[in-house]
């Protein structure tokens, strides 16, 4: 009885084996988009901070697979296209979805 015991358990492990295995994978990948949107994330945010006229604390920026999005409010046009142009600087970035608005 022992016998068929261990057997079935290593019949559910190999059974058992890919799906968990698969999972793994999918969460791995998950992960690893995550980390590469975070670094996209904090290179556009220090490509803003590197201009004068951009205040980083007023404004959102999300990413999600490489898709940048911004957010928040400037003082001029000229700073909707510096925020989505410096954005744009950083690699891994897609593209840009500037929703930024005028004061």
Known sequence: MKQFGCTATLLAALVLGPVTVSGCASTNSQSDQAIKDATITTGVKAAIVGDPNLKVSELKVETDQG???????????????AAAAAARTVKGVKSVRNDLRLR
């Open 67 to 81: 898709v940048v999005q911004l957010g928040g409010y400037v003082s001029s046009a000229d700073d909707v296209a």
